[in-house]
């Protein structure tokens, strides 16, 4: 499970896409090892997306904004095709194994 935070201030959790689920959304370029939803043109990738959300909200739960939309969506994506490996290395994950602790005298690049 990911959490999103909107821009409102609430905060919606989403989990990655089911096997019947990528199934059903094959016709959008989604497959167990791809989504190539920003392949499609303009029209099919509005139908895509409202179909991976329709995965995990109810027809009018989630008016948001488009840049939250847009967040959601990424956040379905990220936790159904990101490895373990992938997160374990993201931005999110902590200081740099480069970062020296303040006491260290050692010099760091």
């Known amino acids: 499970m990911r959490e999103v935070k909107l821009s409102n201030g609430e905060t919606v959790s989403v989990r990655g896409l089911r096997r019947s689920e990528i199934k059903s959304l094959s016709q959008y370029g989604i497959g167990y090892m791809r989504c190539e939803v920003y392949h499609l043109n303009g029209e099919d990738q509005d139908k895509a997306i409202d179909a991976v959300l329709a995965?995990?909200?109810?027809?009018?739960?989630?008016?948001v904004e488009n840049s939250d939309l847009?967040?959601?969506?990424?956040?379905?994506?990220?936790?159904?095709?990101?490895?373990?490996?992938?997160?374990?290395?993201?931005?999110?994950?902590?200081?740099?194994?480069?970062?020296?602790?303040?006491?260290s005298t050692a010099e760091h690049a």
Do not use: H
């Open 70 to 103: 847009l967040e959601v969506f990424n956040a379905i994506c990220k936790e159904t095709w990101s490895s373990r490996q992938e997160e374990k290395n993201s931005l999110r994950s902590g200081p740099s194994d480069q970062t020296a602790p303040e006491e």
């Open 55 to 63: 995965t995990q909200f109810k027809e009018g739960e989630l008016e």
